[in-house]
């Protein structure tokens, strides 16, 4: 009788990595945008306030430039349901 196999399989390894790259580009995504309204300013805000300025983000895209992000938030959805079945699974 073997041991059971220790560490993730390659199903989660390749799920971990997915979610980390999204969660990468939508953070680039949005620090870029508040970088780019705000100057270096929108760069530290955006930085040092990373959860609040998640939230505000979707508005001050409509605010700024008239067009909802879908594009970001259908990442940002997916990204989390991502991690809900990360660590779901055992």
């Known amino acids: 009788m073997s041991a059971p196999e220790r560490g993730p399989g390659p ?3 390749l799920l971990g990595s997915s979610w980390i790259l ?3 580009a939508l953070t680039g995504f949005m620090v870029s945008a ?3 309204w705000l100057g270096a300013k929108g760069l530290f805000i955006a930085v040092g306030l990373l959860p609040f300025a998640a939230l505000a983000y979707p508005f001050l895209s409509v605010y700024q430039s008239g067009a909802f992000p879908w594009l970001w938030t259908v990442g940002l959805i997916l990204a989390v349901y991502l991690g809900i079945l990360i660590l779901g699974e055992r």
């Open 11 to 13: 199903f989660a390894i």
């Open 22 to 24: 999204l969660c990468v």
């Open 34 to 36: 508040y970088a780019n």
